[in-house]
C-alpha cells in the first residue's frame, strides 16, 4: 500500500495551528520578495529563528533591494544582522550576492536551483526555499528536519539531505513539496525532536516504524 500523503498532511498542518512559525516563513508572509526571501535564508543558517527574523527585519527596514543593499558598507550589514551566527561571513556573501544579482540577473533573483546554488553561501536548501516561497515554484526544502523524520518515518532510506530530497521528490506529490519544509521543521521542533522524540504524543505512533531512534519520550 501506497503511503496515504494527504491524511499525513492532515496531521501535520493541524500541528502547526498555534505554532511558531519558522522565520523565513513569518518573512514570507510579510510580503516577503525572492530577494529577502533569499537574504533571510542565508541569515537564517546556524541562528535560531527569533535571532534571523529580527536580524532579517533590522536590515530591510533599510534596504529591500540588491541595488541599496550595495550602498551599505560590510561592516554596517554585520552590524545590523549581529547576533546572527557568522554575521560577517553572512554580510559579506549578502553583498556579494547583491553584486551578481545586479551585474548577472538584472537585480532580479533567479528562478531556478542551478542558477541559484552558484551564489555566495547559497546550497540547495537556500536555493529551494528561495524558489518556493518567494516564486511559488515547486521545490523540495530539505533540513536537519524533514532529513530525520522522512528517514525514522521510512518514506526515505537515505544519508544525507541532497538523496533526502531525490528520494522525497520521487515519492511525495508535488503539490506538497513547498510546504511540507515548514510543516515537519515545526513537526521536529515539537514532537519528532532529535534527541529522544514524543512518540507517545505523535499521531503516527501507530504508523511510524521509528527508524534509527534509540531513545524516545
Ligand atoms: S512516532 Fe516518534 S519517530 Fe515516528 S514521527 Fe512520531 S515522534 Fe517521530
Redesign the pocket.
Known amino acids: 500500500m501506497g503511503i496515504d500523503w494527504d491524511s499525513i498532511i492532515t496531521i501535520l498542518r493541524e500541528n502547526k495551528k498555534g505554532a511558531v512559525l519558522p522565520s523565513v516563513s513569518d518573512i514570507a508572509l510579510m510580503n516577503g520578495t525572492p530577494y529577502k526571501i533569499l537574504i533571510s535564508t542565508v541569515i537564517s543558517l546556524r541562528t535560531k529563528d527569533k535571532v534571523t527574523l529580527e536580524a532579517s527585519l533590522r536590515l530591510f527596514q533599510k534596504t529591500a533591494t540588491p541595488e541599496q543593499m550595495i550602498k551599505l558598507s560590510e561592516q554596517e550589514i554585520e552590524k545590523l544582522i549581529y547576533p546572527a551566527g557568522f554575521y560577517k561571513r553572512k554580510a559579506a556573501q549578502i553583498l556579494r550576492i547583491s553584486r551578481i544579482l545586479i551585474e548577472k540577473y538584472s537585480g532580479k533573483v533567479p528562478k531556478t536551483a542551478e542558477e541559484l546554488i552558484t551564489l555566495p553561501g547559497v546550497g540547495r536548501k537556500t536555493a529551494n526555499l528561495t524558489l518556493g516561497l518567494g516564486y511559488g515554484i515547486p521545490a523540495l526544502c530539505v533540513d536537519t528536519h524533514v532529513h530525520r ?1 522522512a528517514n ?2 521510512g518514506w526515505v532510506e537515505t544519508k544525507t539531505p541532497d538523496k533526502t530530497e531525490e528520494a522525497l521528490c520521487a515519492v511525495l506529490p508535488e503539490k506538497y513539496w513547498i510546504e511540507i519544509n515548514e510543516l515537519l521543521v515545526i ?1 521536529g521542533q515539537t ?3 532529535p534527541v529522544s ?3 507517545s ?5 501507530d ?5 534509527g ?1 534509540e531513545k ?1 519520550r
Open positions: 523524520i525514522r518515518m513537526y514532537l519528532c525532536t522524540p514524543r512518540c504524543l505523535c499521531a503516527f505512533q504508523q511510524c516504524p521509528r527508524i531512534v524516545s
